[in-house]
């Protein structure tokens, strides 16, 4: 049987309430909640709508996205659980957080215990709950989804983070909504997740990350570049290193996943989510050593068709420009990122890389194979 401990919460009130957020002890996010009646909105207001507390249920939760996301909404007064396997603790304190605020945290936050692809006990578990709003932060494959939605007929809302990856390659850029998708994409799971979410007709948003940087990233994306800087050594770069990507700050995720909750203009449609500027491999190369306070980088190029490196992988992004528009989000929703990129980095590495938390040991296997091949051509 699965547990939960419920906690009494403090009722928001039902006045447009106005607050300038700063749990993630970065850039200040000034919110404007609007419960029950309307006011005029200011040009550029975010606004989250919300006619009262709601039940929110968030699978998974206790990593990356989750933590920053969790965080906003209990700041919110929303009752949020996490469906987790039990692996992780449910909550943990974020660097730079005061010992008060993550206590008010972690007192309210709800944990439910379980597997999601035991969709029996996911029916049962979340059918005898109740939740008003479903946050899918960690699902891949559509037949994960289904049992969710069966236990959960009177769902008011589920947000699904799905990825720009699902867009078909293509040679006119930057990536739009409304783009051909790749049905044979590694991340066709959640191309079918989209496609599941709209033939149930519940009311569903999608959010379309690019690649995710910041705090607690378990992925080697900026913490691939900081390793090499912080040993001094060269940065190999595939090719030219003039192919352009884009990266988004997780809390600037997160505020965008708070943005269409409840909101009628974010329901069925789909949204990119990053970074407002894109960049080339270079330039984020130059762009972290700004951040962690390093001198100019040693970028050394070479020709990935020339190597073997077996199932390592010898870079973090794929070898291709790569970027999407976010202007439908910050015309539809009002959301704008926080972040530039060097501002972004620069918080990713304080209070990640420069406490000496490195999420996992660095590996310069491939950097040394293509290194000694320079030099011998030399």
């Not at 996490?82 to 909550?91: C, D």
């Not at 709209?198 to 910041?214: F, H, L």
């Not at 943005?259 to 972290?288: H, M, P, Q, W």
Request: aromatic share 10%.
């Amino acid at each position: 049987m699965a547990k939960m401990m419920m906690m009494q919460q403090s009722q928001p009130s039902l006045s447009l309430l106005t607050s300038s957020v700063s749990d993630f002890n970065g850039a200040k996010l000034h919110l404007q909640v609007q419960y029950k009646r309307k006011v005029q909105q200011p040009k550029g207001a975010l606004y989250v709508s919300a006619s009262s507390e709601k039940k929110i249920l968030i699978m998974g939760g206790t990593r990356f996205i989750g933590i920053f996301l969790s965080r906003l909404l209990v700041k919110e007064g929303h009752q949020v659980t996490l469906f987790t396997r039990g692996k992780s603790p449910i909550a943990k304190q974020l660097p730079g957080e005061s010992d008060q605020d993550f206590a008010d945290f972690s007192s309210k936050i709800l944990h439910l215990k379980g597997d999601r692809k035991d969709y029996d006990f996911v029916k049962s578990s979340l059918s005898a709950e109740g939740f008003d709003v479903v946050y899918d932060i960690n699902g891949r494959e559509a037949e994960e989804v289904e049992p969710i939605l069966d236990a959960l007929p009177k769902l008011e809302q589920y947000i699904y983070c799905s990825s720009a990856g699902v867009y078909l390659k293509s040679d006119v850029l930057p990536h739009c909504e409304v783009d051909a998708v790749d049905p044979k994409s590694r991340h066709k799971g959640k191309l079918e997740t989209e496609s599941l979410l709209q033939s149930k007709g519940v009311n569903w948003t999608s959010i379309r990350p690019v690649y995710i940087y910041g705090p607690l990233n378990y992925n080697p994306v900026e913490e691939w570049f900081f390793h090499r800087l912080k040993a001094g050594r060269p940065i190999p770069v595939p090719n030219s290193g003039i192919q352009i990507s884009q990266l988004g700050h997780v809390k600037d995720l997160a505020t965008a996943f708070l943005a269409v909750l409840g909101n009628e203009k974010a329901s069925r449609e789909i949204f990119n989510i990053s970074g407002e500027k894109y960049v080339t491999f270079d330039g984020l190369a130059r762009a972290c050593a700004k951040a962690g306070g390093f001198p100019e980088p040693e970028i050394v190029h070479y020709n990935p068709k020339e190597f073997d490196f077996g199932k390592k992988k010898a870079f973090p992004f794929r070898d291709q420009h790569f970027f999407a528009s976010v202007e439908k989000a910050k015309h539809v929703l009002g959301w704008k990122p926080e972040f530039d990129l060097v501002e972004g980095l620069t918080d990713s590495y304080n209070l990640d890389f420069g406490r000496g938390t490195f999420r996992k040991e660095a590996d310069f296997t491939t950097d040394d194979m293509i290194l000694s091949k320079k030099l011998v051509l030399q």
